[in-house]
């Protein structure tokens, strides 16, 4: 799997957008982006995913570059309830297994 | 709305016990697995299962072993647990062929 890198760690205002950026410059053309985010002492909870079009849900956006090699997760109005760790993770989705590997990912805190 | 369970929130066990983490899906889901996760190193995948009694290695197995029995049940084991076990544990599962994966909320266990 290509490997991911965020920033450790971001502010956001609350009701402002919170733009979350990843690079994944080795990404390869079978390969998808996904985005999960981790609220303190709860496990992850699936946000996104993409593989090379922008993509947009309840809950984000994706937007991803059109060589592939970044994206951006974007939080429209962000409230308190969106401070959490994001993950962003690369990966293909095999028949079997449907691995992701999870990284640092980027410690977002949104302050009223 | 997908649910995964698991069997304890929090678990204090001694060194050299053998220790069961039961996860439980609802949602009649192909793939299963157990993660560990530990500050500054991120979730790493442990086992997974993509059917009954079939099991495969993550990327850090030893000192565990999984069992899988029925479809919506898989448990991890701790032959004889070490301190270095100490951790939060996740399960996940998630539909063949689809990379968003449903997490439980995690077992935190200490082995003193």
């Known amino acids: 799997d290509a490997k991911t890198t965020q920033p450790p760690s971001m502010d956001c205002a609350e009701g402002r957008a919170a733009n979350l950026p990843c690079n994944h410059s080795?990404?390869?053309?079978?390969?998808?982006v996904y985005w999960y985010r981790q609220i303190h002492s709860q496990g992850p909870q699936y946000i996104i995913h993409?593989?090379?079009n922008n993509e947009t849900n309840e809950m984000a956006s994706l937007i991803i570059t059109e060589d592939r090699k970044s994206s951006t997760l974007i939080l429209p109005h962000a409230t308190l309830r969106d401070t959490a760790v994001y993950y962003c993770i690369v990966g293909i989705v095999p028949n079997a297994g449907n691995m992701l590997t999870f990284g640092g990912g980027t410690r977002l805190m949104v302050k009223p | 709305d997908v649910k995964v369970t698991q069997s304890s929130r929090y678990l204090v066990k001694r060194t050299g016990e053998k220790v069961f983490l039961e996860c439980v899906q609802d949602?009649?889901?192909?793939?299963m697995f157990w993660y560990r996760q530990d500050p500054g190193l991120g979730l790493r995948l442990i086992y997974f299962?993509?059917?009954?009694?079939?099991?495969e290695k993550g990327d850090i197995p030893e000192g565990y072993s999984v069992s899988r029995e029925k479809k919506e049940r898989f448990s991890l084991i701790l032959e004889s647990a070490s301190t270095n076990q100490t951790s939060m544990y996740l399960c996940?599962?998630?539909?063949?062929?689809?990379?968003?994966?449903?997490f439980g909320p995690g077992t935190r266990l200490t082995v003193t």
């Open positions: 993409g593989l090379k």
């Open positions: 299962s993509y059917d009954v009694k079939m099991k």
């Open positions: 949602m009649d889901h192909e793939n």
């Open positions: 080795t990404i390869s053309g079978n390969e998808y």
């Open positions: 996940a599962s998630n539909i063949g062929g689809n990379g968003e994966q449903y």
